[in-house]
């Protein structure tokens, strides 16, 4: 705990860099910078995403943090199943990672599946009792084209919030040594890197509370939020991260979830992924009957 204490207080200075002017020399069109005609392909930073002034200098960007959980363009993210509550749309851009059916209030993350313990994701949130028995969703967010901004999967009311932090760059023992083993932990750091818990209220009594679970992966230990407790709707921005790609979760109750649209993984074995969902794309219907 003591190292992970100044491990954090050195990812803050990092970030703090990244949210500061001095930060955006990176952000030039030369062959290695981030608005080069390669880096505007590859982030479709032409079809996806809003820039401040595209004829500014760092095209009106003020920081590099501000570059990078820029927003998207209006329309690039449509939201799915506007005011039917069966619709359960995914909160972030990312490929299905992996799903756990009949979560346990304790559970051991020292297995190979890095099996998901809901007292450590959530804190011992009072809330969690709730969830005994669901399922977890996990989704993995790349860098890239991957919009690092999170909105609501349904709608209802936010009843609790909290930011949780957790341990840079952890890994669990259970993976190989390799240079993706933070990627390949994210069971692991689902319950103990840094993340952010945010309980939402459906009011329909099949599908109950939602928990939506933005993780820090490896060294990103920045999840911010932009909203209080109270009414919310399906699409509305939740947060963002800060320089990195992360992971995600959604913890849906028992008996919730009708049927999973997309079932992870949704990946090769090179872990290269085959497909990815969007931000208020529906993955999932809600057994509302």
């Keep these: 705990p003591q190292i992970n204490v100044h491990l954090n207080k050195i990812m803050k200075s990092w970030c703090d860099f990244l949210n500061s002017p001095e930060s955006l020399y990176v952000l030039n069109d030369g062959p290695e910078g981030w608005l080069s005609p390669d880096a505007i392909k590859y982030n479709d930073l032409d079809t996806t995403y809003h820039a401040p002034d595209r004829s500014a200098p760092h095209w009106g960007f003020k920081s590099y943090n501000e570059f990078f959980h820029r927003d998207i363009s209006e329309g690039a993210r449509p939201v ?161 991260f800060s320089f990195g790609g992360s992971s995600f979760a959604l913890v849906v109750q028992k008996g919730a979830i009708k049927e999973f649209l997309v079932k992870p993984p949704r990946h090769d074995r090179n872990d290269q992924p085959v497909d990815t969902l969007r931000a208020n794309q529906q993955f999932a219907i809600a057994n509302t009957e």
């Design 80 to 240: 799915d199943g506007l005011g039917d509550v069966s619709v359960v749309n995914s909160p972030n851009d990312g490929v299905a990672w992996a799903m756990q059916e009949d979560v346990k209030a304790e559970d051991s993350f020292w297995l190979k599946s890095q099996a998901y313990s809901l007292n450590d994701m959530l804190n011992n949130s009072p809330f969690t009792e709730h969830f005994i028995g669901g399922v977890v969703y996990q989704t993995y967010v790349n860098g890239g084209a991957d919009w690092h901004r999170f909105t609501s999967p349904i709608d209802g009311t936010i009843v609790g919030t909290e930011i949780v932090t957790g341990y840079a760059w952890t890994e669990s023992d259970t993976v190989p040594a390799d240079p993706m083993s933070g990627p390949y932990s994210q069971g692991w750091a689902a319950g103990v890197a840094t993340r952010a818990l945010i309980f939402i209220d459906s009011g329909d009594p099949k599908l109950g509370l939602v928990c939506v679970v933005p993780i820090g992966l490896t060294e990103v230990s920045s999840v911010e939020l932009f909203i209080e407790e109270g009414p919310v709707k399906k699409g509305e921005q939740l947060g963002w």
